[in-house]
């Protein structure tokens, strides 16, 4: 950002006109925003655990939604769903935790994304570090539940991240770089438009540990390239990566102030009326430069 002030510095000293560097930062910001508007994110997990609690935190959420807030949508159990939409009508997007990626038959337990679209469900997570590991969902698994939701319609935020033995190993990029591809496999460009992404060190999710805004930014901006490198410069623009992991109303502004992150993805935090502050967040850094 610095090397971007200066330079813009030396254009506005070198040009004849009147334009202020205040003009400039707001229309290459709101540039930014138009492409990839910041989206939060609540993940219920299995919480809470009677539907008169569900309509209360979820009513309660929706009360601290302005329409200056960003994009919002709760990830709840399914036996919720229905009565969060209820609650929060049209404030938010509630989606579903998970989706089983068959198209019908004997699965027992399975909820299918036809189900979901069925019940204007539109948004689904994939590859949740939970999933992976308790429920030993394999990327070639994931992959199918993307290709299932995005051929329903629908969207899909697929979550990504190492773990803390592969972070200490400096593995991260190469983690990231390999559930990239394999969870996005044959998802078309035009499809992308419909697909986040979350990168959750697994070693900072209801540990307490966040990642600085500095390591976050830097997963990021590779998480980026490597998306470029997949789908081209315009796709790498336009899709949003955010972060999950131990995400709270303190560190939310730090964290949404670093270029390449876009939103967040929060467990614990999302879980109570605090999570209006995550919601409404003040990107410090940005606010300043505007201003
Ligand atoms: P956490 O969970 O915010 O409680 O760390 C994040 C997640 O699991 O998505």
């Known amino acids: 950002m610095k090397v971007f002030l200066v330079s813009i510095f030396c254009l506005v000293a070198s040009s004849?006109?009147?334009?202020?560097?205040?003009?400039?930062?707001?229309?290459?910001?709101?540039?930014?925003?138009?492409?990839?508007?910041?989206?939060?994110t609540g993940n219920w997990k299995l919480n809470p655990q009677t539907k008169d609690e569900a309509i209360?935190?979820?009513?309660?959420?929706?009360?601290?939604?302005?329409?200056?807030?960003?994009?919002v949508a709760l990830f709840v159990p399914f036996p919720f769903i229905e009565c969060v939409q209820k609650a929060v009508g049209d404030?938010?997007?509630?989606?579903?935790?998970?989706?089983t990626p068959e198209d019908g038959g004997a699965f027992t337990s399975g909820i299918s994304p036809a189900m979901l679209a069925s019940i204007r469900v539109k948004w689904a997570l994939a590859g949740h570090s939970e999933r992976r590991t308790i429920n030993k969902e394999t990327d070639e698994y994931i992959n199918s539940q993307c290709v299932k939701l995005l051929d329903q319609g629908m969207s899909v935020i697929l979550c990504i991240g190492e773990t803390l033995s592969e972070f200490e190993l400096n593995l991260a990029r190469s983690i990231c770089e390999v559930q990239l591809k394999k969870g996005l496999a044959g998802v078309?460009?035009?499809?992308?438009?419909?697909?986040?992404?979350?990168y959750e060190p697994v070693w900072a999710i209801g540990t307490g540990k966040v990642a600085t805004p500095e390591i976050a930014q830097s997963v990021h901006a590779e998480c980026r390239k490597i998306i470029q490198d997949m789908?081209?410069?315009?796709?790498a623009e336009e899709t949003r990566i955010l972060y999950g992991g131990s995400v709270n109303p303190e560190l939310v502004d730090g964290l949404l102030a670093k270029?390449?992150?876009d939103g967040a993805l929060v467990g614990g935090a999302s879980l109570s009326a605090a999570f209006g502050r995550v919601i409404n967040f003040q990107p410090l850094e940005e606010t300043t430069l505007i201003d």
């Not at 202020?20 to 910001?29: A, D, G, H, P, V």
């Not at 404030?91 to 989706?99: D, M, N, S, Y």
């Open 188 to 198: 078309s460009a035009d499809d992308m438009l419909r697909v986040s992404i979350a």
């Open 16 to 40: 004849s006109s009147f334009i202020s560097i205040s003009n400039i930062l707001k229309q290459t910001t709101d540039t930014k925003l138009l492409f990839r508007k910041p989206f939060i």
């Open 91 to 99: 404030k938010l997007q509630v989606g579903a935790e998970t989706c």
């Open 259 to 261: 270029p390449d992150i």
């Open 56 to 71: 209360e935190l979820a009513t309660d959420i929706a009360s601290t939604i302005t329409p200056e807030s960003p994009e």
């Open 231 to 235: 789908y081209g410069e315009k796709v």
